[in-house]
């Protein structure tokens, strides 16, 4: 599995003020900090970046291209500042992302073909975000039929099912996860992402983490491709590098319908399984899941 360290975001607090001022440092110094924790992309979120957003972007780009050999994953909604990252990237970039709507699609796809980079192909569409997994369907069907027509092979599209904060509605995250069990039947040949610490959106910070965790030994049963998320949580590292697999195996049978005695596990152990339960929408989410 490939990570996608997320932390040079303009809603962070370091680095919101530092891309407002053209700092570099504290910049430089996150980039090397992921490059060191073992990420294999960067993603660079801009944001909406409607002001100077294409300045924005290739000034990242170049600031952070000094510190790190890593690929770049663009992440703006904004056609312009995509375009200038684009070329300030010496690797084959990421696009991050396309989504469905018709002025996103006519001026986002063609980059993706006139630069030879990478696109994800967010499940996001007319009428705003899928409803079901049968939805998602159609709309990755769409969108792959529209690049393939404009010569971008499936190999360079990630679909992003699109991962919801699990205090707000539980019926999406099913909703993803039964989408990612068809996908690979639906598009053998693509690849697959999602933002992974949207899950844990809202939830108290030191409890993030296991929300994150689960939801991607949860999602490797489906054979995901890669998650944008935090570089810095040790655990998820190793648990994306393949080196955890009791734990992805005890997560696989509790999703298969297990019932493990709680009292011969491990804390670790009870904690994963406990939010498997959450996630399968088993239990219903509180900030205390962990403690019942
Ligand atoms: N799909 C795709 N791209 C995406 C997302 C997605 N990009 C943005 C987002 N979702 C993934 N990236 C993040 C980055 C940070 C956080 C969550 C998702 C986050 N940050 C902490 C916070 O806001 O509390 C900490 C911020 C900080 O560093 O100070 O939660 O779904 N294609």
Redesign the pocket.
């Known amino acids: 599995m490939i990570l996608v360290g997320?932390?040079i975001?303009i809603?962070?607090?370091?680095?919101g003020p530092a891309l407002r001022q053209k700092d570099p440092q504290p910049i430089q110094e996150l980039a090397r900090a992921e490059t060191e924790a073992g990420v294999s992309w960067l993603?660079l979120?801009i944001g909406p970046a409607r002001k100077a957003g294409d300045e924005l972007m290739s000034w990242l780009v170049n600031t952070v291209q000094e510190v790190t050999n890593l690929p770049l994953s663009l992440?703006t909604t904004n056609p312009v500042a995509m375009e200038a990252g684009l070329k300030a990237c010496q690797r084959k970039a990421l696009i991050?992302?396309v989504s469905l709507q018709p002025e996103r699609l006519e001026k986002v796809l063609p980059l993706v073909k006139q630069y030879n980079a990478s696109m994800?192909g967010?499940l996001w569409g007319v009428e705003g975000m899928p409803r079901d997994a049968n939805e998602r369907c159609l709309l990755a069907v769409d969108l792959i039929y529209k690049a393939n027509q404009l010569g971008i092979p499936n190999e360079n599209i990630w679909i992003?099912p699109?991962?919801t904060p699990v205090s707000v509605e539980i019926n999406q995250i099913t909703a993803c996860f039964e989408f990612m069990s068809m996908l690979s039947d639906i598009a053998p040949d693509c690849k697959s992402?999602?933002?992974l610490?949207?899950v844990s959106?809202g939830t108290p910070a030191h409890l993030r983490p296991y929300l994150n965790r689960t939801c991607l030994a949860m999602l490797m049963k489906y054979g995901l491709y890669s998650a944008?998320a935090d570089a810095f949580d040790p655990e998820l590292v190793k648990l994306a590098r393949g080196e955890m697999p009791q734990i992805v195996e005890l997560v696989h049978r509790v999703m298969d319908g297990e019932s493990p005695d709680l009292s011969s596990l491990s804390q670790q152990e009870r904690n994963y399984v406990k939010t498997v339960r959450v996630l399968t929408g088993q239990s219903l989410y509180s900030h205390s899941w962990l403690e019942i």
């Open positions: 997320e932390n975001n809603m962070s607090q370091t680095i993603d979120n992440d991050n992302s994800i967010l992003d699109i991962v992402i999602v933002g610490s949207n959106n944008i």
